[in-house]
């Protein structure tokens, strides 16, 4: 405690209260994970904020795909991949989007060749996991034919909306790149009021731009019209297209077609934010010259760390509670 009263000297009160309350949490919390196996294979920049918690949590954390990397991570071991690695594992935890088509798990920090094949799911114990941010066909696939419950982070409420803060942000980013105005004083379009556009709109919002809302449902319309946005029922999108300097699509289909297409001013710019392909005739915005842009993945674009703390914080919650159902934990 001695230390802590030096530090007293010229802090404000309630910095030291804080402080001891981040030094009590992490001691408690430091060892919660104790005995959980898990294997964590690929990925991205992200990857290494996750590494990096559970081994605070004392996981016993084994390591694929990551040979390229300098940095070494105490109290993390690397594994070769193999079928053998996940005999013992609780959890397999792969990269924000799993496997592509054929099973390869997407790697930034080695030039090896990760694939989950069929002998890899066979080997993980009926008991485990495998957690990962969204699963293609073939994941779910191997996941369903093994009984090996399959968690999608990004399918959860509280990772979604967490994620749309950086969403947002990127978003922004891109609209400020994109365009000769500032965001303040333009005419913006956000579609759909879900996680990510709810933010969006708000941010925009925040920032001084006029915000027109295209939303499907009445509750909605009510809503963003209580928030102070301008709300329209997405049957009426093409008729309030005309004089709109940015478009933030958030809606998974086909909805910027060309009929809206045709009737945006030349300045407009598209991003679209769906998951791909995305919800805009981008064939049709090029031969008219507008901007449309798809864009993906931005949390771990542009804030590659909170992306990483966001999965990280979700996964620890699962794996902690499964920890206290084994009893391991109070
Ligand atoms: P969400 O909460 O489910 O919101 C989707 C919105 O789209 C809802 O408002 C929904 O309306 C509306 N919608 C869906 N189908 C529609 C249709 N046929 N016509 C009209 N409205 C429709 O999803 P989210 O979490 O916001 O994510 C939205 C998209 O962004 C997803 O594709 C997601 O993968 C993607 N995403 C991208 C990034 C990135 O970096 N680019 C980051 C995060 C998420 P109702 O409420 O009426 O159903």
């Given at each position: 405690m001695a230390r802590r009263e030096e530090n007293l000297v010229g802090t404000p009160r309630w910095a030291h209260a804080y402080d001891v309350l981040c030094?009590?949490?992490?001691?408690?919390?430091?060892?919660?994970?104790?005995?959980?196996?898990?294997?964590?294979?690929?990925?991205?920049?992200?990857?290494?904020?996750?590494?990096?918690?559970?081994?605070?949590?004392?996981?016993?954390?084994?390591?694929?795909?990551?040979?390229?990397?300098?940095?070494?991570?105490?109290?993390?071991?690397k594994g070769d991949w193999s079928p053998e690695?996940?005999?013992?594992?609780?959890?397999?935890?792969?990269?924000?989007?799993?496997?592509d088509d054929e099973g390869v798990i997407p790697t930034l920090f080695t030039d090896q060749e990760l694939k989950l094949t069929d002998a890899h799911a066979a080997a993980l114990p009926k008991a485990s996991k495998v957690i990962t941010g969204m699963a293609k066909p073939y994941l779910r696939k191997l996941c369903e034919k093994h009984r090996i419950e399959l968690i999608e982070l990004f399918e959860r409420d509280d990772v979604a909306i967490y994620n749309s803060i950086p969403t947002a942000e990127g978003a922004l980013m891109m609209a400020i790149q994109n365009t000769d105005i500032t965001i303040?004083?333009?005419?913006?379009?956000?579609?759909?009021?879900?996680?990510?556009?709810?933010?969006?709109?708000?941010?925009?919002?925040?920032?001084?731009?006029?915000?027109?809302?295209?939303?499907?449902?009445?509750?909605?319309?009510?809503?963003?019209?209580e928030m102070g946005f301008e709300p329209f029922h997405m049957s009426d999108l093409a008729r309030q297209a005309g004089n709109i300097d940015l478009i933030f699509n958030?809606?998974?289909?086909?909805?910027?077609?060309?009929?809206?297409?045709?009737?945006?001013?030349?300045?407009?710019?598209?991003?679209?934010?769906?998951?791909?392909?995305?919800?805009?005739?981008?064939?049709?915005?090029?031969?008219?010259?507008?901007?449309?842009?798809?864009?993906?993945?931005?949390?771990?674009?542009?804030?590659?760390?909170?992306?990483?703390?966001?999965?990280?914080?979700s996964l620890t919650q699962i794996l902690l509670g499964d920890n206290r159902l084994r009893g391991n934990q109070p």
């Open positions: 030094e009590v949490c992490r001691e408690e919390g430091a060892a919660i994970l104790t005995g959980v196996q898990i294997v964590l294979a690929g990925g991205d920049a992200r990857q290494l904020e996750v590494i990096r918690q559970l081994t605070e949590k004392d996981a016993s954390l084994t390591i694929v795909g990551f040979d390229r990397l300098d940095t070494p991570f105490s109290g993390a071991a690695l996940l005999t013992e594992a609780d959890a397999l935890v792969l990269p924000a989007v799993g496997t303040h004083g333009s005419n913006c379009i956000v579609l759909g009021l879900g996680r990510t556009g709810f933010t969006m709109a708000r941010t925009l919002q925040a920032l001084g731009a006029k915000v027109k809302v295209g939303v499907r449902r009445d509750e909605m319309f009510a809503r963003a019209f958030t809606i998974p289909t086909m909805i910027v077609t060309a009929q809206v297409i045709a009737q945006l001013p030349q300045r407009a710019c598209i991003i679209d934010l769906a998951s791909k392909p995305g919800g805009t005739d981008f064939r049709f915005a090029e031969k008219r010259g507008i901007k449309a842009l798809l864009a993906p993945g931005l949390p771990g674009i542009v804030a590659p760390k909170t992306a990483g703390r966001i999965i990280a914080n």
